[in-house]
């Protein structure tokens, strides 16, 4: 019997192995893409050598083969890469955190990156085998050496080193898969499916191909209802990562499939956008805009993000940091080699990294969506009725930071054009005397098309944007202007619209009205601020504006809010003098004060419907309608 040394871990490796075992990682399949990363790393190493070394291996000759021994619990995970000798078994495997890899790399940082790809750099992925083996086992012959050595282990007590056979250069990992506890089912990991799936998600793009052997049921020739298995060796990854495929080699058709397999929905995106960047941040992304929204897309649970890949491996499904609130609908993935990554993976030591590609993708949808806008109208309006409702929440949120990036991205219903039009597009066809961007708030096209606010500035031939999204006004009112164009609610009440001659009418007519007003404010006992002849109303009697910032379309809004119920608006309202309402109420005034205040209550409850806002007594109001028509 040989005398086998058995060498415990150093001392702070033991507390280190027994923490990666149980809490470094959440979920314990990553243990097998770990073990496939070194693998990589270890045929790129070898790889890298050959082609210095004049070696004559080819990049086809290297692979990695996985194989399941069900009945003895036993996975292997087998390359023929670079190896190691006795000396690096017992460097690597035998001091936790020290990576051969990332030496590796440090040794040869003036090398292409596209011959070398290395994954590791903390040197502790291989412990995580320990989440799910109760043995592990490493056999390994280095490139260039005679004798293959066996490394072993079962955890925390320490490991032995030997002498073994073994023909191919390359390392061979046999793990013993725990027995399944009541928490968890280790079983698992020994289903041919379960590899699979495994290998699919978190090892797709390893360059290098991850073979296993895979059984199927085939019917029996002749038979019709007896089955036999057949195995054979399959491929399991896809090796090469679309995001890396030059754009002239892929058609609408190949992103769109893969857009389809990768985020599961039935229909093709509405585009896609697939960027390369190198400098401060050098990643390859690979985004796309889907054409319906999820059904949980307005709601809080739903989830933004993009996939995030280090060179190819996943690293996190869901990166929220690269996506910024109002691009949330953006799906899609980043690889970047350059992450500085904590030693889980699952979570990223700098998000400085994160913010400079954020702001560099942000700038990369915007300009997608700026040319989807011009080149291709049809389109972005789809896009804009999905989606446009996140770009509205963008301007207002945050206070306003998103409002320069975003203002030349919105669309507004145009009384002029009778379709969507943009601000620059509103803009660029303004009258030389009109001095803001007129704005309408209301239900629907419809309603807003017939609120006797309109008619005035209509006539005055100017262009009104109908808002019919509760955020809409909120929107404008953050932007504040647009290139120097403030915005002007047609409800504001003074509009400047009257010439000097008609501004001196008023002012006569309001002057002798005063008393008539104030009363009728009275009446109204403190619904209104105040009672006002109109500059707005044309043909209309009556309508209800509003002083200050908060709009009566807001109220309506922030009253289905509950925690802000109470936020009214400074509602005004105001009397159309060319009406002969106007003169009967004056003639009420000297006659019939009583009479008048029932006049007030009506013309008030009338604005309110107009408006499209509840009465407060519609019975009362029936009752006052009646009694004037008997
Ligand atoms: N299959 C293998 N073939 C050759 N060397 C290997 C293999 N697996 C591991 N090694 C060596 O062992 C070292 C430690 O591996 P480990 O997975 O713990 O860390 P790492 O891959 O360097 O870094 P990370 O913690 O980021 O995975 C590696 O750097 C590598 O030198």
Request: with cysteine; proline share 2%; aromatic share 10%.
């Amino acid at each position: 019997m040989i005398f086998m040394a058995k060498k415990a871990f150093k001392a702070e490796s033991k507390r280190l192995l027994d923490m990666m075992i149980n809490s470094i990682y959440t979920h314990k399949e990553i243990f097998l893409r770990e073990l496939i990363s070194n693998a990589s790393d270890a045929l790129d190493k070898l790889y890298f050598k050959s082609l210095t070394e004049n070696l004559g291996i080819e990049r086809k000759d290297l692979g990695i083969d996985l194989a399941v021994d069900k009945d003895n619990r036993l996975i292997t995970i087998t390359d023929n890469g670079i190896g190691m000798t006795k000396d690096e078994l017992e460097n690597n495997l035998g001091v936790i955190a020290n990576s051969g890899s990332f030496k590796f790399k440090n040794d040869n940082t003036d090398t292409e990156k596209d011959d070398i790809n290395v994954i590791g750099q903390f040197g502790v992925g291989f412990y995580s085998a320990f989440m799910v083996a109760s043995e592990v086992t490493v056999e390994s012959k280095a490139y260039g050496s005679e004798q293959a050595y066996k490394w072993y282990s079962q955890g925390v007590d320490g490991y032995t080193i030997t002498d073994c056979d073994k023909e191919d250069v390359g390392t061979k990992i046999t793990l013993k898969i725990k027995e399944n506890t009541e928490e968890e089912e280790y079983d698992e990991y020994l289903q041919d499916y379960k590899l699979r799936m495994i290998v699919k998600k978190y090892s797709d793009y390893i360059r290098y191909p991850i073979r296993m052997e895979v059984s199927h049921q085939h019917l029996k020739e002749g038979t019709e209802n007896e089955y036999e298995t057949h195995t054979e060796i399959e491929t399991l990854n896809s090796m090469v990562p679309i995001w890396n495929k030059s754009k002239s080699e892929l058609k609408d058709e190949d992103y769109n499939q893969f857009y389809k397999e990768k985020f599961f929905d039935y229909d093709d995106p509405i585009a896609h956008i697939h960027t390369k960047a190198e400098g401060t941040a050098t990643y390859n992304a690979l985004m796309y805009i889907p054409s319906k929204a999820p059904f949980d897309y307005y709601s809080k649970d739903y989830e933004k993000g993009l996939q995030l890949y280090s060179n190819g491996v996943l690293i996190m499904d869901k990166c929220p940091d690269l996506l910024p609130d109002y691009f949330s609908f953006v799906k899609g993935l980043v690889d970047s080699a350059d992450l500085s990554l904590n030693i889980s993976r699952e979570m990223l030591q700098h998000d400085r990294q994160l913010k400079i590609i954020e702001k560099s993708l942000e700038r990369s949808i915007k300009n997608e969506l700026t040319k989807m806008l011009r080149n291709d109208r049809e389109r972005y309006e789809k896009f804009w009725k999905v989606f446009g409702l996140q770009i509205k929440f963008g301007v207002y949120n945050g206070f306003g930071a998103g409002k320069e990036l975003l203002k030349d991205l919105l669309l507004f219903y145009s009384s002029y054009e009778k379709k969507l039009v943009t601000l620059e597009e509103y803009v660029s066809r303004m009258k030389e005397d009109q001095k803001y961007i007129y704005f309408a708030s209301g239900e629907t096209v419809d309603k807003i098309d017939k609120l006797p606010q309109t008619e005035l500035v209509k006539d005055k031939g100017y262009e009104i944007l109908y808002l019919i999204d509760s955020v809409d006004e909120f929107a404008l009112q953050m932007m504040v202007d647009y290139n120097e164009k403030q915005f002007k609610s047609v409800s504001a009440g003074d509009l400047d619209l009257e010439t000097p001659e008609e501004k001196e009418e008023m002012k006569a007519k309001a002057e002798e009205s005063k008393d008539m007003f104030a009363f009728m404010k009275d009446s109204l006992g403190g619904k209104v601020k105040d009672v006002r002849l109109s500059k707005i109303l044309k043909s209309h009697a009556v309508c209800l504006t509003s002083d200050g910032l908060l709009s009566i379309e807001m109220e309506k809004v922030l009253s289905q809010m509950p925690a802000e119920h109470d936020a009214k608006a400074e509602k005004v309202l105001e009397i159309n003098a060319e009406h002969p309402i106007y003169e009967t109420l004056k003639k009420l005034y000297e006659t019939d004060k009583d009479k008048l205040k029932t006049y007030s209550e009506i013309l008030y409850d009338q604005a309110l419907l107009v408006e499209g806002m509840p009465i407060e007594d519609p019975v009362e109001y029936s009752n006052k309608i009646c009694s004037l028509m008997v």
